[in-house]
Structure formats: structure tokens, C-alpha cells
């Protein structure tokens, strides 16, 4: 079964910046896409980057992107978000996903617990 658990979430400063990592375990780190997605109070989950199995292709929400950079490092099993410039409306909890390279359909069958990230005006 694969486990996932974010960290680094905090509250910063609008234009700082934060990185959040995404620890994987259970099964083969990469044979899974991983993406972040995010969720506001009273707003839907949103989608903000996907990496693949590789690491050298990603896809963000056009929102995002120039700002968020999305990465993996195979020797430590973990996906990170660097998130640069933040802004008061970036607030979020913020959720690391993972999908099977096999799965179809593009639904995320594994998710974290959320990391909060809060950014001050």
C-alpha cells in the first residue's frame, strides 16, 4: 500500500517562498506519477502539477505556472513543491497524490494528509 506524507506547509509572508515535500512508501517510487493539488475553505480541489516517472516532464495549472516548480529525487522517494512569490490567495491545504503509470483515467488512486500553508498579506 502506498503511504504518502507531506511537510514543510507553514505561514509565511506574501512573496516568500516555501518548499513542500512529499515522502513516498509502500510500493516502487517510480513506477507512480506524482501531482500536488490544493484545496481553499469553501473552494474544490484544484489541480497545480504532475511530474513523471522520469522527472524531466511536467504539466502545471497555467494559474501556476513561472512560479510553482514541481521535482522528485528518486534516491529519497520524495516529490517536492517549490512554490516561489507566494501570494495571499495561494493559502491552502495542500495535497500530494499518486497514481500508477498503468492506471488509467488519470484519477489519483493514493493521497497525503495535507500540509497547511497559509500566506499572510
Known amino acids: 500500500q502506498v503511504r504518502l506524507v507531506e511537510s514543510g506547509g507553514g505561514l509565511v509572508q506574501a512573496g516568500a517562498s516555501l518548499r513542500l515535500s512529499c515522502a513516498f512508501s509502500?510500493?516502487?517510487?517510480?513506477?507512480?506519477?506524482m501531482a500536488w493539488f490544493r484545496q481553499s475553505p469553501g473552494k474544490e480541489r484544484e489541480f497545480v502539477a504532475a511530474?513523471?516517472?522520469?522527472?524531466?516532464?511536467?504539466r502545471y495549472a497555467d494559474s501556476l505556472k513561472g512560479r510553482f516548480t514541481i521535482s522528485r529525487a528518486v534516491v529519497q522517494n520524495t516529490a517536492y513543491l517549490q512554490m516561489n512569490t507566494l501570494k495571499p490567495e495561494d493559502t491552502a491545504t495542500y495535497y500530494c497524490?499518486?497514481?500508477?503509470?498503468?492506471?488509467?483515467?488519470?484519477?489519483?488512486?493514493?493521497w497525503g494528509q495535507g500540509t497547511q500553508v497559509t500566506v499572510s498579506s
Open positions: 497524490a499518486a497514481r500508477h503509470h498503468a492506471r488509467g483515467g488519470g484519477e489519483y488512486d493514493y
Open positions: 509502500g510500493r516502487t517510487f517510480t513506477s507512480y506519477v
Open positions: 511530474i513523471d516517472l522520469s522527472g524531466r516532464n511536467a
